[in-house]
Nanobody
Framework: QVQLVESGGNSVQPGGSLSLSCAAS????????MGWYRQAPGKQRELVAG???????NYADSVKGRFTISRDNAKNSVYLQMSSLKPEDTAVYYC?????????WGQGTQVTVSS
């Protein structure tokens, strides 16, 4: 059974930092491209950051320079370091694993940025 379990979501003030983690099981993690998506109330789910099996990263324009995605294949985990957080970063953040025709999602973790 495939599981992606996110953790690290919290409430934080604008300008603050958070680190999200996603632990994967049931897949050969190193073969999967990984990503973080987010969905704010009333909005569509959007890609925040992605990292390929080779370590190439890409980011949404709105988070470039503020967020960093990384992976540790030995720990079957992907991370999202978020800094200089803004109220518009408030959303449920989802971990995603994808490999050609296979795609899996975590249950999501809430990030709230508010003063």
């Amino acid at each position: 059974q495939v599981q992606l379990v996110e953790s690290g979501g919290n409430s934080v003030q604008p300008g603050g930092s958070l680190s999200l983690s996603c632990a994967a099981s049931g897949i050969i993690f190193r073969l999967y491209n990984m990503g973080w998506y987010r969905q704010a109330p009333g909005k569509q789910r959007e890609l925040v950051a992605g990292i390929t099996t080779g370590g190439t990263t890409n980011y949404a324009d709105s988070v470039k320079g503020r967020f960093t995605i990384s992976r540790d294949n030995a720990k079957n985990s992907v991370y999202l370091q978020m800094s200089s957080l803004k109220p518009e970063d408030t959303a449920v953040y989802y971990c995603n694993a994808n490999l050609i025709r296979s795609q899996y999602w975590g249950q999501g973790t809430q990030v709230t940025v508010s003063s």
